[in-house]
């Protein structure tokens, strides 16, 4: 029987403030222990509002935005950055905002790389005229529509930072994240992008809610364990025009690749990988080396306190370990 091979990768990497140092599982065949077929890893999930249409308000409007104003631009004097990034920007000369098609919040205080913040109009069909115009790469319409972009609050995708981008996964690639304290999971696929950085574990705002999460901005409630399994080249999309998926699409696509490791010899050394990982905040998960002391003497070890939600969510989606 083909047996299941993990191996952390050499680099610590992060999924948000709360580990700032994490291993990142490779997951291979035997026969082809080199070639990944997924990537585990541990953590807090991390918010991410951009593309939601409620996800940024005028300051002054009235109005609350999911997330807050602060977190949709940046500016380092030091690198001479200064750049909106999860609101859509354009300058008072661009001829969309000259013809009237976009309207921009012309504030001073609002200008950053000389573009300004484009409002949401009832005109363009925007869903919450007033709000800004929060984007997600890859615009599939208008620039300045909000509809051109995957809504954080309704489609459950991922962020993908550079870092993980060039071990092979890319845009439109699937991913699930399995809570261990609830049975509660989360199918997603990367749509946004992140910094050419080790982070993992950035997830839409409806991935957040899937997992039992709730707030706002930096006040979003996410003190709970995840693992994540992601399946690098397992998107079917053009990266360069990323469209919404149904959750039964995403659901299909990771009931297969989860069936298909499920037939491993050892497939419940996944499930406890997963559980063994599971760590208070600041402590960095040490998964693979208590699965194979565990593998060592299974007569007398104990399993992860939270085995038995890890099996049940993975069986949830095709996976059936070995108990």
């Known amino acids: 029987m083909a047996k299941l091979v993990f191996t952390n990768h050499p680099a610590l990497w992060r999924t948000g403030s709360d580990y700032p140092k994490i291993p990142l599982t490779q997951v291979s065949w035997d026969s082809d222990p080199s070639t990944p077929v997924a990537y585990v890893y541990f953590g807090h999930v991390n918010i991410d509002f951009d593309g939601s249409s409620t996800a940024y308000a005028p300051p002054g409007s009235g109005l609350v935005g999911d997330d807050d104003l602060s977190n949709a631009f ?99 690639d699937y991913g699930l994240a399995l809570r261990h304290d609830q049975t509660l999971q989360s199918g997603f696929y990367f749509v946004d992008v992140g910094g050419n950085n080790y982070a993992l574990g950035e997830c839409s705002h409806r991935v957040g809610k899937d997992l039992g999460g709730s707030g706002r901005g930096n006040r ?22 990323i469209v919404t998926e149904s959750d039964d699409q995403i659901a299909k696509a990771l009931r297969d690749r989860l069936q298909q490791l499920a037939a491993a010899d050892n497939a419940d050394d996944l ?53």
């Open 271 to 323: 499930a406890l990988l997963m559980g063994f990982n599971e760590t208070a905040p600041q402590t960095q998960p040490a998964g693979l080396a208590k699965l194979s002391a565990y593998a060592a003497d299974p007569a007398n070890g104990t399993k992860p306190r939270n085995y038995d939600n890890v099996a049940a969510g993975l069986a949830s989606w095709g996976y059936a370990a070995t108990t």
């Open 74 to 172: 940046e500016v380092d004097k030091d690198n001479n950055i200064d750049r909106w990034f999860g609101v859509v920007a354009l300058r008072p000369d661009d001829p969309a905002v000259v013809s009237g098609a976009a309207k921009i919040d012309q504030r001073p205080e609002l200008a950053h790389g000389g573009k300004y913040p484009v409002v949401q109009q009832e005109a363009n069909g925007d869903p919450n005229p007033g709000y800004y115009v929060s984007a997600t790469p890859h615009a599939s319409g208008e620039a300045y529509c909000q509809t051109s972009y995957v809504d954080a609050s309704c489609v459950p995708f991922g962020a993908l930072s550079g870092r993980f981008k060039s071990l092979g996964v890319a845009l439109g």
């Open 220 to 241: 979003f409630n996410n003190n709970f364990p995840v693992s994540f399994i992601v399946f690098p080249q397992s998107g079917e999309q053009d990266p360069q025009a």
